[in-house]
């Protein structure tokens, strides 16, 4: 059969469509990697708040007589109620940001439950090595044995990076404890977060955000051992000749230490620092019953006291706010949402329908699935009705 002028301008017609249309998909992907991205697919049909965390700026929804919300400078921060989950007032909460330390919490989430913290271990020189240059050390030894709870609290007090390499050598490796925790995220609900080195440090790619880091520092509350070592203050750790040394907990919001005041009621988490994320923290307390977790993103570099400063404001605003807010959203809104595992592998639960990597990871974007699914059938029915209707309508 022979197609007419008009039956070929309309197959170029579709031809060209498609092509335009295809050639969006891949800005489509690189759109959730912005600093507010999109909702994840399958979001939309949640409650109507849920959506306002997606927002740039600062959410909250004060009811009268509500205090204020105070004003910070943090490139991104959260407050929720760790019991419900209800999220009181964020900023920019889903603004994908480098986590540092704090990044620690998901490692914990991952790799606390599988090694007993009574079982004793001898440090290889493997296990030390290719720890990145500057990072913070407990002073983990080379063939000195160790019990894990020993290292665990290298890991919540002194931030130490050779006991997260110790102890992710235990769990199968760096790279397998890596897609570990990213698989963890995902079935937490924290889709944000893209793990590259599980201790923190800076590596390309690596992201998480305030909403995600809220999610991990609660979820921690909910286990024994994470509870009890974030919120200690101090602990002994083996030195190198047999003795031991004290370590001190580097969040000054649970010790007081540095000029900063001990903040009443605190139940510790996470802090974290590197040249590139600036200071990060996740902060827990409890007060009359209630408990609050803040995460405080890259504040203004004035030393190290900001972060704390602003972790301990929103800490007063939302006490003093409870019951006279409305929630903007909640940590468990994503929880059952289904997106990719990490590298291409499966994360639990059902198969994804759509997804992309961060962009920093250095690849180009991938062509979300669903889209490209959407826009064949759309293109083709499209098409095929169109040919012929001028198919049919020639004299």
Not at 64 to 85: H, I, K, T
Not at 215 to 237: K, N, Q, T
Not at 380 to 387: C, E, M, N, P, Q
Request: some cysteine.
């Amino acid at each position: 059969m022979t197609i007419g002028l008009a039956s070929r301008a309309a197959v170029s017609a579709c031809a060209l469509c498609t092509a335009g249309l295809l050639a969006l998909a891949p800005a489509a992907a690189v759109a959730g990697t912005r600093p507010n991205p999109a909702p994840p697919a399958g979001s939309a049909s949640r409650a109507a708040p849920d959506s306002l965390l997606y927002r740039s700026g600062t959410q909250v929804r004060l009811r009268s007589e509500a205090p204020e919300v105070p004003e910070l400078s943090a490139r991104s921060w959260l407050v929720a109620d760790a019991d419900s989950g209800e999220v009181l007032a964020a900023h920019d909460a889903h603004r994908r940001l480098p986590p540092a330390s704090t990044l620690k919490t998901l490692f914990a989430l991952t790799v606390l439950p599988v090694l007993p913290g009574s079982l004793r271990h001898t440090v290889s020189a493997e296990e030390l090595a290719d720890i990145s240059p500057g990072s913070s050390l407990v002073g983990v030894a080379e063939d000195r044995t160790y019990r894990i709870s020993d290292l665990w609290n290298g890991v919540f007090l002194s931030s130490g990076n050779d006991a997260v390499h110790v102890l992710a050598a235990l769990n199968g490796g760096w790279q397998a404890t890596a897609e570990q925790m990213q698989e963890k995220a995902r079935s937490l609900g924290a889709h944000d977060t893209w793990v590259e080195s599980p201790d923190g440090y800076d590596a390309p790619g690596q992201v998480s955000s305030a909403f995600d880091l809220a999610i991990f520092g609660r979820a921690g509350l909910h286990s024994p051992d994470f509870a009890r070592y974030c919120s200690r203050a101090e602990a002994m750790f083996p030195g190198r000749d047999g003795g031991s040394y004290g370590i001190l907990n580097t969040n000054r919001l649970l010790t007081g230490a540095d000029g900063v005041d001990r903040y009443p009621g605190l139940l510790g988490i996470k802090n974290g620092y590197t040249s590139n994320a600036g200071n990060t923290l996740v902060a827990a307390a409890r007060r009359d019953g209630r408990t609050l977790v803040v995460t405080v993103l890259n504040p203004r570099p004035d030393g190290g006291h900001p972060v704390y400063e602003e972790a301990r404001a929103l800490l007063d605003w939302g006490f003093e706010a409870s019951g006279r807010v409305d929630p903007v959203g909640s940590l468990d809104a994503l929880r059952a949402t289904s997106m990719p595992g990490p590298r291409g592998r499966s994360a639990t639960g059902p198969a994804p329908a759509s997804a992309s990597a961060p962009a920093a990871r250095g690849a180009g974007p991938e062509r979300p699935v669903a889209w490209t699914v959407a826009c064949t059938a759309l293109l083709g029915a499209t098409g095929v009705a169109l040919f012929l209707r001028l198919r049919w309508a020639r004299p």
